[in-house]
């Protein structure tokens, strides 16, 4: 018998103690499997898919992302010493951190919904006649054919931040829908921005003479004034800043995606998610001010 046929029988042992009702045991099992590392990790995602138990299934998604936490941050090092300064970069950014909510999930079927969203977005876009019209017809699209929307419960949920939960569910906060307003315009070449209006994430249209015009994608796309805007933040005692107004960049929004991801996890009662989650924020802020 060979060391890897020994250490995979040793896997499929240790994973079948795992509901063992003795605490300690359980521990034990938990600290060895994280021990083994990556190894172990696609016998431990099997087991997570089969079983019927919600609180195996979390259990086994926690070691499973201990075992893999080494691996995912040099990961996040090299998004770190790269930087995030284009749309695409954004995207890769925020997938990549859809991985540490589920370090096995696979990517690649959400980008393919991304650009299925896109190639049909497209059609009634080329129908529309004025830069006004294009942008009406994708807002109509994503929110009203699409049905996107802001979530109606529990806001600070970290689902209602993770794009893959957003792309499946349809739901989620100003800042998670702007990010697939702005990955689908991107696609499409439509000039959308995105706005760090404290308290509510904005998106701007900016039309070939140089109009902003402020949509609201919490609220299925609607058209906000900037008056609208103005009285919203004195109402919340803030004080108003040009550059509330100004396109925001790459790196901006994804520090801010990851400050939502930190605060939902807290509010969650998963105060170790959200100190790894910081943990890794500071490691791209830090790369980021040595950039400066």
């Known amino acids: 018998m060979n060391a890897q046929t020994t250490i995979q029988r040793e896997i499929s042992a240790l994973i079948r103690l795992l509901d063992d009702p003795e605490p300690s045991i359980r521990q034990t099992i938990t600290n060895r499997l994280i021990e083994i590392g990556e190894a172990a990790v696609p016998q431990l995602d099997e087991h997570r898919v089969k079983t019927s138990d919600p609180s195996l299934r979390n259990q086994v998604q926690s070691i499973i992302r201990s075992a893999t936490f080494g691996s995912y941050q040099e990961e996040v090092a090299v998004l770190a010493g790269q930087g995030i300064h284009t749309m695409e970069e954004l995207e890769d950014a925020v997938f990549l951190f859809s991985r540490f909510q589920n370090p096995t999930l696979r990517i690649r079927p959400f980008r393919e919904l991304l650009d299925a969203l896109a190639h049909e977005a497209a059609v009634p876009i080329k129908k529309a006649d004025t830069a006004e019209a294009q942008m009406l017809a994708f807002t109509r699209f994503l929110f009203v054919e699409n049905d996107f929307r802001g979530c109606t419960e529990d806001f600070l949920h970290p689902r209602h931040s993770y794009l893959h939960e957003v792309l499946q569910h349809r739901r989620g906060i100003p800042l998670s829908l702007a990010f697939v307003m702005l990955f689908l315009a991107d696609r499409l070449k439509l000039p959308f921005y995105g706005m760090n209006i404290p308290l509510h994430f904005l998106v701007k249209f900016v039309t070939p003479s140089n109009q902003s015009i402020l949509v609201d994608p919490f609220n299925q796309g609607s058209i906000i004034s900037r008056e609208q805007c103005d009285r919203f933040l004195a109402n919340n005692g803030i004080r108003r800043f040009p550059e509330y107004y100004e396109a925001a960049s790459p790196y901006s929004m994804f520090t801010r995606f990851v400050r939502n ?29 040595d950039r400066q």
Request: cysteine-free.
């Open 261 to 289: 991801l930190i605060n939902g996890h807290m509010e969650s009662s998963e105060p170790e998610l959200a100190r790894s989650l910081q943990e890794l924020l500071m490691l791209v802020e830090s790369a980021h001010t």
